[in-house]
């Protein structure tokens, strides 16, 4: 049995989600960077960025923050979105937003949520169904005529699921819920841990992508160089 491939470098990881919004943002960050660190890994928080010179609350002080997350998304390894709701049934916008980013760019995403109240370990899966969400939020949510759940005002809610014994339903929209590289995390720990593991299975996958060619290539090359029977 061949051994587990190690990374060659530390992975960076782009630590996305609304703790930038935390009083203690500053504090929060040097947190996730120091699991990060724990772990063999970088982190990259948004509020690493320096910006100066421009006027508080400004539009080109919010370009220069979206501009300096983006390149702190393409320096990364890896996305690792905070996906605790956020000022309603669902995740912050900005992190799904970064999520989408890091998927283009063919970087790792893994999620996590914190909320004790969402964080329910069923069928190997965490949080609580996004249905379930909206409902607690208030509000009618019934079964419409055309078989699916609506509101008060006709819009349909998502209630999609993962298949299973019990169907436990997707937390969030599914173009977050599925845009994942591994089940939803219930801490930033858990988290870190497997955005670790899931880009060392991706490089043990391509070393031994890699050793295959190589055998291939040197058995078609051995072949070329057999001498001919005449």
């Known amino acids: 049995?061949?051994?587990?491939?190690?990374?060659?470098?530390?992975?960076?990881?782009?630590?996305?989600?609304?703790?930038?919004?935390?009083?203690?943002?500053?504090?929060?960050?040097?947190?996730?960077?120091?699991?990060?660190?724990?772990?063999?890994?970088?982190?990259?928080?948004?509020?690493?960025?320096?910006?100066?010179?421009?006027?508080?609350?400004?539009?080109?002080?919010?370009?220069?923050?979206?501009?300096?997350?983006?390149?702190?998304?393409?320096?990364?390894?890896?996305?690792?979105?905070?996906?605790?709701?956020?000022?309603?049934?669902?995740?912050?916008?900005?992190?799904?937003?970064?999520m989408g980013v890091g998927a283009a760019l063919g970087k790792i995403v893994i999620g996590y949520v914190l909320e004790s109240e969402t964080v329910a370990r069923v069928g190997g899966r965490v949080g609580k169904a996004y249905l379930e969400k909206v409902k607690s939020m208030g509000g009618k949510i019934e079964r419409a005529e055309d078989g699916h759940m609506r509101d008060e005002e006709g819009w349909g809610v998502e209630e999609f699921y993962h298949e299973g014994e019990e169907k436990i339903g997707l937390l969030d929209n599914l173009m977050v819920a599925c845009g994942v590289d591994a089940p939803i995390c219930g801490s930033e720990e858990e988290g870190v841990k497997t955005v670790v593991e899931v880009l060392r299975k991706r490089a043990e996958a391509e070393d031994a992508e890699a050793r295959a060619k190589r055998d291939i290539e040197a058995f078609v090359d051995g072949l070329m160089k057999e001498p001919t029977v005449p």
């Open 1 to 98: 049995m061949a051994a587990s491939t190690s990374l060659s470098k530390p992975p960076k990881i782009y630590l996305a989600g609304p703790d930038v919004f935390l009083a203690n943002a500053v504090a929060r960050g040097e947190e996730l960077k120091a699991i990060c660190t724990t772990h063999s890994a970088v982190g990259l928080f948004p509020l690493d960025n320096i910006l100066d010179g421009h006027e508080p609350n400004s539009y080109k002080l919010a370009d220069a923050i979206r501009t300096a997350n983006m390149e702190l998304i393409r320096q990364s390894d890896a996305v690792l979105a905070n996906m605790t709701p956020f000022r309603g049934p669902s995740m912050d916008v900005g992190t799904a937003y970064e």
